[in-house]
């Protein structure tokens, strides 16, 4: 059983659906008893920040009423009962080899002979696509920035390729948070309840003594009142 972890935001819903079903890694090192780390056909387990200690910064339930927000640096809050940082399992069907050295194969394992610096524009606009990127700019912006080495292509990497299906969303069972929550001005929680209801997440909410939907307050973060 191999774990791979990922750790962009924009990429969650993208592998949730199966729209990212690859990942590109440099080559991890054989194991101890000489097989390869990496095999088709092995078991994979797909987390979201797995190092990172449970909060809402590592959470992927999409269906969170504040999810918008989680992921700003901003926002700082301890995880709830529905969270979750795993997609669920699935099974290497393809691993390509960006690697110098001569072309080969073995039934879906490919050796390409060259690096990704080498490929030619088409095949690097498809890969960097399918790795969950923009396009073949965005993919070598994030790399280089990430690894801290704008040459990055040029060394050898490996893009582990999973099944293309939808993993077993778990996340579906999320129940919505009823939080007390001013939808017109965004003071949460309501610290008092005046005559003005608001209806929000199927239940009805009365706004606190702040309530206001001035147009002042639009450089406020609406859910969280933190200034930017």
């Not at 890969?127 to 990055?152: E, I, L, Q, R």
Request: charged share 25%; proline share 5%.
């Amino acid at each position: 059983m191999v774990l791979l972890s990922f750790s962009i935001p924009s990429h969650i819903d993208l592998i949730k659906s199966a729209e990212k079903h690859q990942t590109t890694r440099i080559p991890r090192k054989p194991r101890k008893n000489g097989t390869p780390a990496l095999k088709v056909g092995e078991k994979v387990q797909l987390y979201y920040r797995s190092r990172m200690k449970s909060s809402c910064h590592n959470c992927i339930d999409t269906g969170c009423f504040f999810y918008k927000d989680i992921h700003d640096p901003y926002y700082n809050s301890k995880p709830c009962k529905n969270w979750i940082n795993f997609f669920g399992e699935s099974e290497i069907v393809e691993i390509l080899h960006y690697h110098d050295g001569d072309y080969r194969e073995n039934e879906n394992e490919i050796w390409m002979g060259y690096t990704l610096t080498h490929a030619d524009d088409e095949d690097a606009e498809s890969w960097a696509v399918a790795d969950g990127f923009k396009d073949y700019g965005s993919a070598y912006d994030y790399f280089s920035k990430s690894t801290g080495n704008p040459h990055w292509a040029d060394q050898n990497l490996d893009v582990i390729v999973w099944q293309r299906e939808p993993i077993k969303q778990r996340w579906d069972m999320y129940d919505k948070q009823t939080i007390p929550y001013c939808s017109s001005c965004g003071t949460i929680p309501c610290k008092q309840q005046n005559e003005k209801d608001n209806m929000i997440s199927g239940m009805m909410i009365k706004s606190c003594s702040d309530w206001t939907n001035k147009e002042e307050k639009t450089s406020i973060n609406p859910r969280l009142n933190i200034e930017r």
